[in-house]
């Protein structure tokens, strides 16, 4: 009977042997064919537990990301509305300088008119210059907030309204809307004007490009360069190591090729006994 204890032994270890090779086989088969080492608690409860705290991070970290290029975009929709009144701006100066350099009254005249349609293109930048449904250019964003951090930190903006009737005020009451070149007077006030209103449009665009140069911008680098790495922390947790699974396989491989061995050595061996027995 001794005999018989033996063979069930061996058979007994030969099947633990291959259900052990067998889980091993197809954790590593698991692992080879998602990607990913960690995929559940049981694969590693504390890498689990990490990496989704990393995770979170970068979803927080995406979230500000996009945060700040939406705060960079609405600075560049100003600048470039901006760009435009400033432009425009200069195309009057030029026109109040024909003005006064002009003794003829109908030209003046005809200046004047040019004039008047170029204010309705200001009056337009002012109206129509907008950023996700919001003006930015018609003195409703002049305490516009700007992100500029992962933690919701943000930073006031300043937009001036670019309506002719507010620019130039410093200089005349009526600002850039009051002029009046049918005059040699009126065409050099008008330039004075005008001149007091380029030079606040310099100082606004001169204010948001530092904000977006100075601010938004090396803070979306430095949470993209965060992101990047915590990214890399996450796929060394749970990524899945190729060579370690690979040989994994071959190893749980060569176990179940060395149970079944065991198992056949059993069989083997039950046979030649109860041959023996037999005579």
Not at 101 to 113: G, H, I, K
Not at 215 to 227: D, N, Q
């Amino acid at each position: 009977m001794s005999g018989f204890g033996s063979i069930d032994s061996m058979a007994s270890m030969a099947g633990m042997m291959m259900q052990a090779a067998n889980n091993s086989f197809a954790a590593a088969a698991r692992k080879l064919s998602s990607g990913l080492a960690v995929q559940n608690a049981g694969d590693g409860p504390a890498q689990l537990a990490a990496s989704e705290n990393l995770k979170k991070r970068i979803q927080g970290l995406d979230t500000a990301i996009q945060n700040n290029t939406n705060s960079a975009n609405m600075i560049k929709t100003a600048d470039a509305g901006l760009g435009q009144v400033n432009d425009t701006l200069a195309h009057i100066r030029a026109v109040a300088v024909k003005a006064a350099n002009t003794q003829d009254p109908a030209a003046r005249a005809a200046y004047q008119a040019e004039i008047d349609t170029a204010m309705k293109g200001l009056q337009a930048t002012a109206d129509n210059t907008q950023f996700g449904g919001k003006k930015l250019l018609d003195g409703s964003a002049r305490n516009a907030q700007a992100s500029i951090g992962q933690d919701g930190q943000t930073v006031t903006t300043s937009m001036m309204d670019v309506s002719p009737s507010q620019m130039g005020t410093d200089v005349s009451a009526k600002g850039v809307a009051g002029i009046d070149v049918t005059t040699q007077q009126g065409a050099q006030d008008a330039v004075k004007v005008i001149d007091s209103a380029m030079a606040r449009v310099s100082d606004n665009r001169a204010d948001l490009g530092s904000i977006q140069s100075n601010l938004i911008e090396p803070s979306t680098r430095s949470m993209e360069v965060e992101k990047s790495n915590l990214q890399a922390s996450v796929s060394n947790v749970r990524d899945t190591d190729m060579a370690q699974a690979m040989t994994g396989m071959v190893t749980a491989r060569i176990q179940m090729n060395a149970g079944l061995a065991m198992l056949a050595q059993a069989g083997n061996m039950s046979s030649n006994l109860l041959t023996l027995l037999g005579r």
